[in-house]
């Protein structure tokens, strides 16, 4: 039996669909749009990356194969979180 590193939970958490506009995050029963307007970090990565996602602790999710980590208020709420990546 193994367990996950410290800090991080097994909560379901998937990207279920990746577009040319954007990808959609399931969490638990919910579904996400993240377009790519608002999340540039997206959009050119390689689907591994964008796949490779972990909740870190409840509602904070991370891309390590990207350095990117978003709290759910900020993908829920993108235009009270305005830097983006250039």
Known sequence: MSSNKHGTTS????VTHISK???WLLIG???LFMPHDDFPWF????????????QQ?????????LDV??????????????????
Do not use: T
Request: hydrophobic share 30%; net charge negative; proline share 8%.
């Open 11 to 14: 909560s379901d958490i998937e």
């Open 21 to 23: 506009h954007g990808l």
């Open 29 to 31: 029963e919910r579904e």
């Open 43 to 54: 959009k050119n990565a390689p689907i591994g990356s964008v796949l490779n996602v972990i």
């Open 57 to 65: 602790n409840e509602g904070h999710f991370y891309w390590p194969d």
């Open 69 to 86: 980590d978003l709290s759910i208020e900020s993908i829920e709420n993108p235009s009270k979180y305005p830097l983006k990546a250039r």
